[in-house]
């Protein structure tokens, strides 16, 4: 009877469960079929049919021990010499074969060796370890975690309003005055942040000319002043629009307010009496 021992000590830091009995060819074990086998993992008699899950080292687990006995009376030659340490183990003569192992009873031991006849050169024990799978490119992807909505509400709110004359710094005006033509007039924007996020700010007015932005962000309770002057040709209403950016990528908020001039005509001068005539005298 020739006895086949392997000790292996497996340790699977894959992704995907691990078929330890894949790889018997690799470590020189094959059972025949009327062996006599025992297999052990982690010192309980599995069954020795070589699959099923005896066999699967589960997925990022710890080390697992199999130890593998199998014996065949009939399939090797008594006679045949003895393998050395290098090569792979030639049958060499042992014992009688011992009696069928019944799998419900208690592990089993190997038969003794015969004291008289040479040692058996063992197999190594390898220890095998299972490389992680790679990643299926047809897989679907993980969706990302959606990011948290942002908090607040933003508002803008603008007063557009007219002053005769050239100012340097704005405040509360009209939103109509009069004037003659080429009358100067500054047109005074407000514009305040009424909602609870900072805005980027923008002010438009086309007919007056205007499209600036703000210098700094408005800040939450904020307002500023933007001016712009012209003169008066003619009659103009227009509205001011004043464009929040949310510092958060939100949409913009708008707001808009109407003012503007009436332009008041020049009142002509009657001379009577003809071009010959003198002037009259006229009284402011």
Same mark, same amino acid.
Request: charged share 20%; hydrophobic share 35%; aromatic share 4%.
């Given at each position: 009877s020739?006895?086949?021992?392997v000790?292996?000590?497996?340790?699977?830091?894959?992704?995907?469960?691990?078929?330890?009995c894949?790889?018997?060819?690799?470590?020189e074990l094959?059972? *025949?079929v009327g062996?006599e086998?025992?297999f052990?993992r982690?010192?309980?008699e599995q069954?020795c049919?070589?699959?099923? =899950?005896?066999?699967?080292?589960?997925? +990022?687990?710890?080390?697992s021990y199999?130890?593998? +006995?199998?014996s065949?009376?009939?399939?090797?030659?008594t006679?045949?010499?003895?393998?050395s340490p290098s090569a792979k %183990?030639?049958?060499?003569?042992?014992a009688?074969?011992?009696a069928p192992i =019944? %799998?419900?009873?208690?592990?089993s031991?190997?038969?003794?060796?015969?004291?008289?006849?040479?040692?058996i050169?063992?197999?190594?024990a390898?220890?095998v370890?299972?490389?992680?799978?790679p990643? =299926?490119?047809t897989?679907?992807?993980?969706?990302?975690t959606?990011?948290p909505?942002?908090? /607040?509400t933003p508002?803008?709110?603008?007063?557009?309003?007219?002053?005769l004359g050239s100012?340097?710094?704005?405040?509360?005006?009209? *939103?109509?005055?009069y /004037?003659f033509?080429g009358?100067?007039?500054?047109y005074c924007y407000?514009?305040?942040n009424?909602?609870?996020v900072?805005?980027n700010? +923008?002010?438009?007015d086309?007919?007056?000319?205007t499209?600036?932005?703000?210098?700094?962000?408005?800040?939450?309770g904020?307002k500023?002043?933007?001016?712009?002057?012209?003169?008066i040709t003619?009659d103009?209403?227009s %509205? /001011?629009?004043?464009?929040?950016?949310p510092?958060?990528? +939100?949409?913009?908020?708008?707001?808009?307010?109407?003012?503007?001039?009436?332009?008041?005509?020049?009142?002509?001068?009657?001379?009577?009496?003809?071009?010959d005539a003198?002037?009259?005298?006229?009284?402011e």
């Amino acid at each position: 009877s020739i006895l086949h021992i392997v000790q292996l000590q497996v340790q699977n830091a894959g992704q995907n469960d691990y078929n330890i009995c894949d790889d018997l060819d690799t470590i020189e074990l094959d059972v *025949e079929v009327g062996e006599e086998c025992v297999f052990i993992r982690n010192g309980v008699e599995q069954s020795c049919d070589l699959s099923g =899950d005896s066999c699967i080292v589960p997925k +990022r687990g710890g080390l697992s021990y199999f130890e593998i +006995r199998a014996s065949n009376p009939s399939a090797y030659p008594t006679d045949a010499p003895i393998a050395s340490p290098s090569a792979k %183990p030639s049958p060499a003569p042992v014992a009688p074969t011992p009696a069928p192992i =019944d %799998p419900t009873s208690a592990p089993s031991t190997p038969a003794p060796i015969d004291p008289t006849s040479a040692p058996i050169a063992p197999t190594p024990a390898p220890i095998v370890t299972a490389t992680e799978a790679p990643v =299926d490119p047809t897989s679907a992807p993980v969706a990302p975690t959606p990011a948290p909505a942002p908090s /607040g509400t933003p508002k803008i709110k603008i007063e557009k309003t007219v002053h005769l004359g050239s100012l340097h710094s704005c405040f509360k005006g009209q *939103e109509l005055e009069y /004037g003659f033509h080429g009358t100067v007039v500054t047109y005074c924007y407000e514009i305040s942040n009424i909602g609870d996020v900072p805005l980027n700010v +923008r002010l438009t007015d086309g007919p007056v000319g205007t499209d600036e932005t703000a210098p700094e962000i408005l800040a939450p309770g904020a307002k500023v002043f933007m001016r712009k002057e012209s003169s008066i040709t003619a009659d103009l209403s227009s %509205p /001011g629009v004043a464009i929040g950016t949310p510092t958060d990528g +939100r949409d913009d908020v708008i707001d808009e307010d109407p003012a503007g001039v009436a332009l008041v005509p020049d009142k002509p001068v009657c001379i009577p009496g003809g071009d010959d005539a003198p002037a009259p005298k006229i009284e402011e």
